[in-house]
């Protein structure tokens, strides 16, 4: 293994700081045993309203913070927070914006039932948080070898990273390993989406995955469009997806099971950066 890798996790969930679900326990657990393995790492999630700052010693870091994105033409202002695992010896650093991110749920409004709906804006809050988290890369003058995206929040991050900001010292020589998962939106985005997410350097032909209805499955098949390596999250995942990755040809690692997901994951990381 090849202990000096440098590793970007991109989570849209990580527990204690949102419940336990698939994507968050996988987010908190793999970051830590990564660095355990003797690898740099860094991680970052949404900072999403129904994360208690108080009780969870988040801290507002200055220097970061106070570009504005704009999107649809609209400034938006960019507020990077952090707190600490301690357990864990383990930082998080968080996207903050209260435009995108004031609401006490976490991408649907109301309860999981049947019955809930999908935020108007959550297509926006994707563009936010990707590009937040790249812009703060950057800042952090840090390199990362490998940037893993976990769930359909971080699914912009591979085409901003191959195609928007290839350029950039930070992200030059990256690979990109995209996590799919199960948990998936319903409600499609609006056609609108497609102008919306443009940054110099993406084509309208580097789009062909979402020319038509930009539904779940389509904005996991730009992810893996744009990933070097493409890990089955979920044991049960779209089998649309699942073959469309393997069509790909990218690099593929199938399901892995708790007690067998990090080193196979770690062994699957020196794979991508050879």
């Not at 649809?72 to 960019?78: E, G, N, R, V």
């Not at 309208?204 to 893996?224: P, Q």
Request: glycine letters at 4%.
């Amino acid at each position: 293994m090849t202990k000096n890798i440098r590793i970007l996790f991109i989570s849209q969930e990580i527990t204690p700081y949102l419940p336990e679900s698939e994507i968050a326990i996988i987010s908190r657990q793999l970051p830590q045993a990564t660095q355990e393995k003797g690898r740099e790492i860094r991680t970052f999630m949404p900072k999403f309203g129904c994360i208690n700052e108080r009780r969870n010693q988040l801290h507002e870091v200055i220097r970061l913070s106070g570009m504005n994105l704009i999107i649809d033409d609209t400034d938006h202002p960019l507020i990077i927070k952090v707190a600490s695992i301690q357990t864990a010896r383990m930082q998080v650093y968080f996207i903050d914006n209260e435009d995108y991110f004031p609401r006490k749920s976490i991408i649907e409004n109301g309860e999981e039932t049947d019955n809930f709906l999908d935020f108007f804006n959550n297509e926006e809050r994707s563009i936010f948080f990707i590009r937040g988290v790249l812009e703060t890369v950057k800042k952090l003058r840090w390199t990362p070898d490998i940037v893993h995206c976990h769930g359909w929040l971080t699914a912009l991050a591979p085409l901003y990273i191959k195609k928007a900001y290839n350029d950039e010292p930070s992200f030059r020589n990256a690979k990109v390993v995209y996590s799919i998962y199960e948990k998936a939106f319903k409600k499609p985005f609006e056609k609108s989406f497609s102008e919306k997410m443009l940054l110099h350097g993406i084509k309208k032909d580097h789009l062909s995955s979402i020319n038509k209805i930009i539904d779940y499955e389509a904005i996991n098949k730009l992810a893996i469009d744009f990933s070097d390596g493409v890990i089955q999250g979920s044991q049960n995942v779209n089998k649309a997806l699942s073959d469309y990755a393997a069509q790909s040809k990218k690099l593929f690692l199938p399901y892995q099971d708790a007690d067998n997901y990090i080193d196979a994951y770690n062994e699957f990381y020196d794979r991508v950066v050879m």
